[in-house]
């Protein structure tokens, strides 16, 4: 059923991963909670506490469709293959997300909890940081390669534009190597 959305949407020209656009939401929401809450704290304005605690409502909802997109690109491209990257965006989504909760609820009262808000807007900041870097990882590459468990292909990170999708399997791949350059014929080089 997934591999029939991915070839819907490959027909009408969109062969990019369905992830990657959502991910400026919560991105977004959690940066601008993150500030508002500060200039609230630093000012002295409560009624901009209440700004931060709905952004970081819309971050935690828009957070879901999110997780669930990543994890369906995940079984697409990567076939449900667990590798270091995906483990550690799994932790910082859980994170993010138990952390966006607490700020919801302790953000419901229009008082400034100075610390404990801030620990929880900046570890959400922190968590979302983690989460792109990790996700660009994935997604173009920066040299990772990882090994498909019970077979000799190597999953590749590669950019979604253009050659092969992110997560193609390869027989071909060199620990190290440039993607984008082929290996030199040695055979005849002796």
Request: a positive charge; zero cysteines.
């Amino acid at each position: 059923m997934i591999d029939d959305l991915y070839a819907l949407l490959a027909k009408i020209g969109f062969k990019e991963p369905l992830h990657s656009p959502m991910t400026h939401m919560p991105i977004g929401l959690v940066v601008g909670a993150l500030i508002f809450f500060l200039v609230a704290v630093i000012f002295k304005r409560k009624n901009l506490i209440v700004t931060a605690r709905h952004a970081s409502i819309l971050a935690f909802i828009f957070a879901f469709p999110t997780i669930m997109l990543g994890i369906i690109d995940w079984i697409h491209f990567y076939h449900a293959t667990l590798f270091v990257p995906i483990i550690i965006k799994m932790a910082l989504a859980f994170v993010a997300l138990v952390v966006l909760g607490a700020g919801i609820i302790l953000g419901s009262e229009i008082r400034l909890h100075a610390v404990s808000l801030t620990v929880l807007y900046g570890t959400a900041f922190v968590a979302m940081i983690g989460l792109g870097y990790f996700g660009s990882g994935i997604v173009y590459g920066r040299g990772l390669q990882i090994k498909a468990p019970n077979s000799s292909a190597v999953i590749q990170g590669r950019p979604a534009l253009g050659g092969s999708p992110p997560g193609a399997l390869s027989d071909t791949a060199k620990p190290g190597g440039n993607r984008n350059q082929q290996a030199p014929d040695t055979a005849g080089a002796r």
